[in-house]
């Protein structure tokens, strides 16, 4: 193999009083139910389209993949719907797939033409996906035989392993089924063939997941699966001490205060992500058009203060949009709040006073860190008014409001190669992903020459030049990037990928 399944290493930090469980491989141990809190209700199944991490849980449950990542405290993957599978030369990668994988709903078994079909719609150009980027290099799938096949990539590309083949781009999709709804779906895939099936979605109150009699994988160790969105961590908290779920993610405002006073039948854990949170300005709107506005909101941003006042001081502060232990991380120092220079460029502007808007979630971290915005910017001249959104409200604003977005407040999950991120920041993606309407030539030029990169020091001088770009244009605010923090009972011990997402099928009963 031509790169290491151990690229990258991402040290999970466990809590005091919370010793994170690692489940042991093996046949697992059937238990009748789990509830786990999500933060929102799902909304997009489809890989080539989904939104959320609430769509990605329920994603990795249903669909297999050629590959998982593992439940683990380290980006490493392994085997799942693979009986093999090798990169053969630096364009060309071989599976097989175990045999007797079946689809719901009479669809039969899983075969190398689903793979084929899953893999090679993302570059149709009539489907029109905002993830195409996943397989931006892929030339084909050759179907070899009704388990065999062999992927075929225009030129090398190294974030296959890492934010493809087993993350969201890797789901196999039933080609029959998805066939028959036109191509694609949103919420009701007809078939899936992973280690859950949806057995109810009440929208908006839960979901249901119960195990598939034909995953020909290990077994999932709960035969029932309740997902509850609750999308503000401070009631996620309460939900959790009320009983009424068995996991939960907690803000991050509230881990001192657990950890001080953790219930005896209950353990807190505090992993990293690859994940970043930001304040974005969207450069082609009218008000936000002139550079030195910009900067002079960049400048008038108190970070530090948005960290201890929203965060208590736990998260470090960010240096982009690259997560410490990926390639292209940045240790620099970044920019101290210089309010008298703030003022300058306001009045160099011709910029007297300013009305903004900044959209931004519901959650507790999220509103506190909004209102210390709106504090510093009004020292520039700038009246902020605030928007609070649901989750699900929130990721609609770019198609209800396009230019008209002014500042938002917001955090982008990531698997564990930077590829996947700084996809979204190509002008091809204003208005759908890059909010702030960021257009660069160079930038662009980076973005796929590093994804062909497979020199690690290479990658990272290119990623470091990115995120320079990313900075130069003054309309990205670094803030952190958000660890997750979770309390779940001593009787589950959860399957849970090295970001802290959900990996609901290696759940685990702890007796």
């Given at each position: 193999m031509l790169l290491s399944r151990n690229l990258i290493s991402l040290r999970a930090v466990s809590v005091a009083l919370a010793l994170s469980v690692t489940t042991t491989a093996g046949t697992a141990v059937h238990a009748q139910e789990l509830k786990a809190q999500v933060e929102a209700d799902f909304g997009q199944?489809?890989?080539?389209?989904?939104?959320?991490?609430?769509d990605l849980n329920v994603i990795h449950a249903v669909f297999p993949k050629l590959i998982e990542f593992k439940n683990s405290e380290t980006w490493e993957w392994e085997l799942s719907s693979a009986e093999s599978i090798e990169q053969v030369d630096e364009v060309t990668i071989r599976f097989t797939l175990k045999p007797g994988l079946m689809w719901t709903n009479g669809y039969g078994e899983v075969t190398a033409e689903d793979v084929e079909y899953s893999f090679e719609?993302?570059?149709d150009e009539a489907l029109a996906a905002p993830n195409a980027g996943d397989w931006a290099p892929l030339k084909d799938v050759e179907v070899i035989d009704k388990y065999t096949g062999i992927i075929h990539l225009n030129e090398p590309f190294a974030p296959v392993w890492w934010s493809t083949l087993p993350y969201s781009a890797g789901a196999i999709l039933s080609?029959?089924?998805?066939?028959?709804?036109?191509?694609?779906?949103?919420?009701?895939p007809k078939a899936t063939a992973g280690p859950y099936k949806i057995e109810r979605w009440d929208q908006g109150q839960r979901t249901?997941?119960?195990?598939?009699?034909?995953?020909?994988?290990?077994?999932?160790?709960?035969?029932?699966?309740?997902?509850?969105?609750?999308?503000?961590?401070?009631?996620?908290?309460?939900?959790?001490e009320a009983g009424q779920v068995d996991i939960a993610a907690v803000a991050i405002s509230s881990v001192p205060e657990l950890e001080a006073s953790l219930p005896e039948d209950a353990r807190l854990e505090v992993r990293p992500t690859a994940g970043y949170l930001w304040l974005g300005l969207n450069a082609e709107n009218p008000d936000?058009?002139?550079?030195?506005?910009?900067e002079a909101i960049k400048l008038a941003v108190d970070v530090d203060t948005i960290i201890e006042g929203a965060y208590f001081g736990i998260p470090d502060r960010s240096t982009g949009l690259v997560a410490p232990g990926l390639v292209g991380h940045r240790e620099i120092e970044m920019p101290g709040r210089d309010v008298a220079a703030a003022q300058a460029?306001?009045?160099?502007?011709?910029?007297?006073?300013?009305?903004?808007?900044?959209?931004?979630?519901?959650?507790?971290?999220?509103?506190?860190?909004?209102l210390i915005i709106q504090a510093n910017l009004a020292e520039i001249g700038i009246n902020v008014q605030l928007n609070t959104h649901e989750t699900g409200t929130f990721w609609s604003l770019g198609d209800e409001k396009g230019v008209n977005m002014q500042m938002t407040l917001k955090e982008f999950t990531s698997p564990p190669d930077p590829a996947w991120s700084t996809q979204w920041f190509l002008e091809e993606q204003a208005g759908i992903w890059n909010w702030e309407w960021f257009k660069s030539d160079e930038f662009e030029k980076l973005h796929y020459t590093a994804m062909a990169e497979v020199?690690?020091?290479?990658?990272?001088?290119?990623?470091?030049?990115?995120?320079?770009?990313?900075?130069?244009?003054?309309?990205?605010?670094?803030?952190?990037?958000?660890?997750?923090?979770?309390?779940?009972?001593?009787?589950?011990?959860p399957g849970l990928y090295p970001n802290g997402d959900y990996k609901l099928q290696d759940f685990q009963p702890a007796n």
């Open positions: 199944l489809d890989p080539a389209f989904w939104q959320s991490t609430a719609r993302f570059k080609k029959k089924a998805t066939e028959e709804q036109g191509g694609k779906f949103t919420t009701d249901v997941l119960v195990t598939h009699d034909g995953w020909n994988g290990e077994a999932p160790g709960y035969e029932r699966v309740e997902l509850i969105p609750i999308n503000d961590p401070k009631a996620a908290e309460v939900a959790y936000l058009q002139d550079p030195k506005v910009r460029l306001m009045a160099e502007a011709g910029v007297t006073s300013l009305d903004l808007e900044l959209e931004h979630q519901n959650s507790t971290d999220l509103q506190t860190a909004a020199d690690l020091e290479k990658r990272a001088e290119m990623y470091h030049q990115m995120q320079e770009l990313m900075d130069a244009s003054h309309s990205y605010i670094w803030l952190i990037h958000p660890p997750v923090s979770l309390i779940h009972t001593k009787s589950v011990n």
